[in-house]
């Protein structure tokens, strides 16, 4: 039951007497340059397909974001005009820039924070890495 696989190459007694270690070598080397080519061919084949959906994703990305942005912008203008017929066209308006302004404010304090609490991390891991 015990099945012997057959050798990739037949060995030929022949053929071992008319090799040699420098052809064996070159014969190596060759193979090894046919790898590289392929792999390369390979990769660079991958990162023309990662490009086209780059491509792709970015576009579709900054739709979403101008979408994103126009939907803001009219309930800006709604809760502008729902205000202008409680308070005045004036207070309205002033009621919605301030409003804005607090989010906007409140989002800034938000990265402020962020940036500092990354920018600290990266600090002590600088130090970390120099202290001996």
Request: a neutral charge.
């Amino acid at each position: 039951m015990d099945e012997v696989s057959p050798p990739l190459i037949k060995p030929s007694a022949s053929d071992a007497a008319t090799r040699s270690l420098v052809e064996d070598i070159k014969h190596l080397a060759g193979d090894g340059r046919t790898l590289l080519e392929a792999e390369f061919a390979y990769q660079k084949s991958r990162a023309a397909v990662a490009g086209a959906g780059a491509k792709g994703i970015a576009g579709w990305a900054s739709l979403a974001i101008a979408l994103v942005f126009f939907a803001l912008m009219a309930l800006v203008m709604g809760v502008l005009l729902g205000l202008a017929e409680m308070i005045g066209v004036w207070a309205a308006t002033a009621v919605t820039v301030l409003a804005v302004l607090a989010v906007a404010g409140l989002c800034g304090f938000a990265a402020r924070r962020r940036w500092k609490r990354m920018s600290g991390a990266l600090a002590d891991d600088s130090r970390t890495e120099d202290s001996p």
